[in-house]
């Protein structure tokens, strides 16, 4: 089946600088990629939707100069966590989305951590 | 708008026992319902799913039924192993079917040997 991978799985920073995370989707052509974010023992908060070749629908009090989505492929997404600050340190979940066979299918990836210092 | 309520963990029950998560949801229109399952480490994974009313998800031996007359998605198993501790989301998709997902705050089940 499809398999979801993001890279890195941990990445550890320092404060001002920039961070990328990648999303990619495999045996599976993802129309559209989702973005979560996830604090410790707390639910999943979407942070923006990603459609190929369009820019990305930010949710309300998620600032888009910050965290910066490229989706430039039917697989292949990617934040960018701008100026990073301990704040942003949290549990970056993406998932892929599109049809499978006629069944609309959604995939997450494992997440990556990113601590901020 | 559309929310999901999940009952507050953890929950700690024996091997073999009986498990009941509770899940009400908010939304206006027909959502799809999920219960989705993460793993110490892992990445969320699909549990279990129903797209309309009275529907049944099953998997695992795990079931709920989408019940639209209490706006309710309850998480059921029969018997509890170890191997089922994870924290669980209850979900929903709403009609206008963009895949876009609303979670529940999650609900952690420890079980002890």
């Known amino acids: 089946g499809a398999v979801v991978s993001q890279h890195p799985s941990w990445v550890i920073c320092k404060s001002g600088t920039s961070v990328k995370i990648e999303c990619r989707s495999l045996?599976?052509?993802?129309?559209?990629m989702f973005w979560y974010r996830q604090f410790p023992k707390q639910s999943l908060m979407l942070m923006a939707t990603?459609?190929?070749?369009?820019?990305?629908?930010?949710e309300q009090g998620v600032e888009k100069d910050k965290f910066l989505i490229n989706h430039a492929s039917l697989t292949l997404s990617t934040l960018t966590v701008t100026s990073a600050h301990p704040e942003d340190s949290s549990f970056y979940i993406c998932?892929?989305?599109?049809?499978?066979?006629?069944?609309?299918?959604?995939?997450f990836g494992p997440g990556t951590r990113l601590t901020v210092l | 708008g559309d929310s999901v309520t999940q009952m507050e963990g953890p929950v700690t029950l024996s091997e073999e026992a009986f498990l009941t998560i509770n899940c009400t949801y908010t939304?206006?229109?027909?959502?799809?319902l999920f219960w989705y399952v993460q793993y110490p480490g892992e990445g969320l994974q699909l549990l279990l799913k129903?797209?309309?009313?009275?529907d049944k998800g099953s998997n695992k031996g795990f079931e709920a039924t989408y019940r639209k007359e209490t706006t309710s998605f309850h998480l059921e198993k029969g018997s509890v192993q170890v191997s089922d501790s994870a924290v669980y989301f209850c979900?929903?998709?709403?009609?206008?079917?963009?895949?876009?997902?609303?979670f529940g705050q999650g609900t952690t089940l420890q079980v002890k040997p």
């Open positions: 939304a206006t229109g027909y959502p799809s």
């Open positions: 990603s459609n190929e070749g369009s820019k990305a629908t930010y």
């Open positions: 129903a797209t309309k009313a009275d």
């Open positions: 045996d599976f052509q993802a129309t559209t």
């Open positions: 979900a929903l998709t709403g009609s206008s079917n963009t895949g876009k997902l609303i």
């Open positions: 998932s892929a989305y599109g049809l499978s066979g006629n069944t609309d299918t959604q995939y």
